[in-house]
């Protein structure tokens, strides 16, 4: 029990300072003047008697406590003084005035488990990250008429993106395993972000404009190999489909946030609005973050334990003491005998190509084909990334029910990249072959297809983690690394087809189609979430 009595005249209000676990003891004592801070406040004098009561609770960890303040009282204010009260034995005690009771539980996420700390701002992380991605493609528009670039000028911009996350694929996914995914998500952030605002600046000259989104691929790259790192090792495998649909769903969203945001920026302040928003929003996630990872918030011990997949205490000079012997460790020549292994890579291929390319050419081709302005386009490229989230949710639930009752896990996850693969290619179809639909059946149909394409967080996207938790970030790595040649390749060569024979049904969509029913045919064959241990020897 601890009472504290402070009382301030002289026109000042008093702020308390950051609380600090300690051993509790009993005490009577006055506040040393170093542990207020004091601000001027004009023609008031403020009296405050402070009655703290601070209940202190042993966890099975060494030394982990925890201070619960409770019992606010709050008293009635007069215009020269008032009385605030906190006690948990003495309320009522005082006087007679009108008394409000709660507990002040600051932050918001300090009593949640870490994983879902961690789980919640890795998932805002991805959102930012989309919004960076799409800002361009809508951006794209404006700036091509500005700088009087063509469909292939265009395509070359934005598939310089994927040049640099093509390239930080594999190196993401060692330095997860290394350092920890929470370290290399954080450094991913901070570059991309960076580099989005540095876009405005460089547009004019084309090789530094194309620097500066390879950077942005660079940073966003790292980001589904330190996610994938952070959720095999922390999350059970009962909980993984939601996990991986929670943490990659926020790519769609960010899409929709990205896609809504743009076109009102863009009109408003002009193009180079949009780059300095959403790399700031970087920025500060970066700064959040801070908070979340240590997960010290005003109270918590300095010995507090720490999840074993994320190595705090570990100091850079060991991690890269271990990097010179690491790539040594990893089983490559075990990963590319395995089938399964060969099944995600080429999956993950064909799914980027109808991803990346209706990601960064949709817009135009509303704004073309249905002669819509600008808002009018980003409103319409909104659906499927929309519809996604729920589609994402209903995926994620239905996988992991399954998994719960007993049914095996390789044929959970061939379900789910069946109906990701199936679906955007049969909408495709139906949107290619000249039915004579009108303008906004297509484009409904594309979004439903679209939008299940999003079963493949449950299906693909979970194989990995399946497989081998040890080396998940960089099975990811090696497939991300190809699923990102579709967007240097495919992204430019959608913008040349489009010179050349100036149908989307050519440039677009046909491709895609291919590549889709391919890989369907690829995964049903030699897919398998069985636990691999990648040992030489096998």
Known sequence: MAKLTVRADNNNLLHFSQYRNHKVSIFNTSLRPQRLNLFLAQKHNLKFRVSCSITEREKKEAAKKQIILNGLKVNELGKNEGLI????????????????????????????????????????????????????????????????????????????????????????????????????????????????????????????????????????????????????????????????????????????????????????????????????????????????????????PESMSWPPSFPRNKSLGSSLGELNTSLKDVPWKAFFRSKAVWAMIYAHFCGSWGHYTCLSWLPTYFSEELNLNLTEAAWVSVGPPLASILVTSIASQFADSLISKGVDTSLVRKICQTIAFLSPATCMILSS?????????????????????????????????????????????????????????GVALTGYLLDSTHSWSISLFAPSIFFYLTGTIVWLAFASSKPQSFSEGD
């Open 433 to 489: 072959v000249d039915f004579g639909l009108p303008p906004w059946e297509v484009v409904t149909i594309l979004t439903g297809g679209l939008a299940l394409s999003s079963f493949a967080l449950s299906g693909l996207y979970c194989t990995h983690q399946d497989i081998s938790p040890e080396y998940a970030s960089i099975l990811l790595g090696i497939t991300n690394t190809v699923g990102a040649v579709p967007g240097i390749v």
């Open 85 to 300: 009260s906190t006690s948990g034995d003495e309320l009522g005690g005082e006087s007679g005035d009108n008394e409000v009771g709660f507990e002040w539980r600051w932050p918001p996420w300090k009593n949640l488990p870490q994983r879902y700390k961690l789980i919640g701002t890795t998932s805002l992380a991805f959102v930012i990250c989309n919004m960076d991605k799409v800002n361009l493609s809508i951006a794209i528009i404006p700036m091509s008429h500005q700088f009087g670039w063509n469909s292939s000028t265009a395509g070359l911009v934005q598939s310089s993106f994927f040049w640099g996350y093509a390239l930080s694929q594999l190196p993401g996914g060692w330095l997860s395993k290394i350092f920890g995914g929470s370290r290399v998500l954080e450094v991913g952030v901070l570059v991309w972000s960076l580099a989005t605002m540095l876009v405005p600046y460089l547009a004019g000259f084309m090789p530094a404009l194309i620097f500066s989104r390879i950077l942005v691929g660079i940073g966003e790259g790292v980001s589904p190999s330190a996610a994938t790192d952070l959720i095999a090792r922390t999350i059970p495998l009962e909980e993984r489909s939601r996990a991986v649909s929670f943490v990659f769903g926020g790519l769609s969203f960010g899409s929709v946030i990205g896609l809504l945001l743009a076109p009102p920026l863009i009109q408003n302040y002009g193009w180079e609005s949009v780059f300095y928003l959403f790399g700031f929003l970087g920025i500060a996630w970066f700064s959040g973050f801070q908070l979340v990872k240590e997960d010290r918030p005003w109270s918590l």
